[in-house]
Structures are given as C-alpha cells and as structure tokens.
C-alpha cells in the first residue's frame, strides 16, 4: 500500500478571500515504512502573507518572490500522488486550499486523486478525547523528537506526521508480526520440529508440597474462602 503524507503552509487561513497556498511537502510510504522519494516546493502566491501566518511559518512575500507559481509545479504534485492514500493533519483545511489552487487552474478537485484520504486529526480526536491533539501534542504524548521544529515546515511536518501516523496505528497485530518468530521450532523445510523423547520429569518433593499447601492456606485465610485451585473449592 502507498501513502503520501502531505502538509501545506498558506498565506492564511481562508482560501475563499484569496488566500493561497506557498509550501507543499509530501513524503511517500510504502508498507508503512519511508521511502527515499519525497516533494518539496515553496510557492510564489502573488500575493502578500497575513501576520498572524507569517508569525507561524516564517515565510516572506520576499523570499517567495522568486519561487515557482503552483501552476508550475501542478502536474508534478499529481505525478507523485496520484492514486495514493493521502493522509494529512486536519485535511478539511489542506484540502480546501488544494482544492481552490485547482480549481484556479480548471482542474478536478485534488482530492479526486487520492484513493483515499485519511484525517489524522479526526483520528487522534477518537483516540484521545478531550486531550490536545495539535502535532506537537501527538509529537510529545508518543515521545517523537520534534525540537527541531521552531517554526511550520511543510516537509518537516509532513516527515514528523509520518511518524505520528504509524505510532497512531501500531496495534496488537504490527506487535505480534514485529516480535514473533514463526520459525522457531521449525526445521528447514518449515515442519515443526518432534519434541525430544529424553525430557527429564521432576516431580515436587514433600517438602515442596507441604510448602504449597501452607500457601493455599494463608491465601484461604486472607481472602475467607478456598482458592479455585483447592481440592475443597473443586469437589464442590
């Protein structure tokens, strides 16, 4: 399975008043593991970053100035994520600056491309009520290093969510496929191997017994009733 997990930077907060969007980060797993293939682009949105934004990812009308329009980095956005599952932290406001950027260019909405989109936001929330779940929280509470993010990255983000994402989702089963080794006990060809015949019985001694059942009894005593091991507690 293929996932792209993406974030995005804007000049603020609502694409519907002209907002645009001025980083994209992307990078890919496959089988939930990283691979070395990632996008990365800042974005010339020609036009000027609201303060309350540029307090939060640092980046100047200026320095954008000579970057790319995302008409120019549009088909290789799709080239890298089509057809994959695209997972994103809070993707209702990723996806609709995305969604305005191809609408702006008479495109399908971007989230047509996707297999499927998953909103780690929405998950965490499950998973963790009434707790933060901003990605810095999820960061601390899985004990992901993040001191090198003093300020909003696309790609640093989009790397750091990838993190998030398999901690989120590492169940029961990833434990047991990760700490089990079926071949144990097994010969070359896969048969399990005969257990050996030579096993050496050790039967308790008296001692042993009278010890066990002094400890059956101080148990009886402190809980005032027999054990469900005892010969009392099973011939009733």
Request: proline share 3%; with cysteine.
């Amino acid at each position: 399975m293929r996932q792209v997990i993406l974030d995005t930077e804007t000049t603020g907060l609502n694409p519907a008043t002209g907002d645009r969007i001025i980083e994209i980060g992307c990078v890919e797993m496959v089988g939930r593991r990283l691979t070395d293939r990632t996008f990365h682009y800042y974005i010339n949105p020609e036009r000027d970053i609201d303060a309350g934004a540029f307090a939060v990812h640092g980046l100047s009308r200026e320095f954008l100035s000579d970057k790319p329009i995302f008409a120019n980095i549009v088909e290789q956005l799709i080239e890298f994520v089509d057809g994959a599952e695209i997972v994103i932290h809070n993707a209702a406001f990723d996806l609709g600056f995305l969604d305005n950027e191809f609408a702006l260019l008479k495109r399908p909405p971007f989230r047509n491309l996707a297999s499927k989109i998953t909103d780690t936001l929405l998950d965490a929330r499950q998973m963790f009520p009434g707790k933060r779940n901003s990605l810095d929280a999820l960061c601390e509470r899985f004990s992901i290093s993040n001191k090198h993010r003093t300020l909003h990255g696309a790609l640093l983000d989009a790397q750091l969510l990838a993190e998030v994402y398999v901690a989120m989702t590492r169940g029961q089963e990833d434990l047991s496929i990760d700490l089990i080794d079926y071949t144990v006990g097994a010969d070359s060809s896969g048969h399990t191997k005969a257990l050996p015949t030579n096993l050496k019985v050790l039967s308790a001694s008296e001692d042993d017994l009278l010890s066990h059942e002094k400890i059956l009894a101080e148990i009886a005593k402190a809980s005032k009733k027999d054990s469900v091991w005892s010969p009392l507690s099973a011939a009733s």
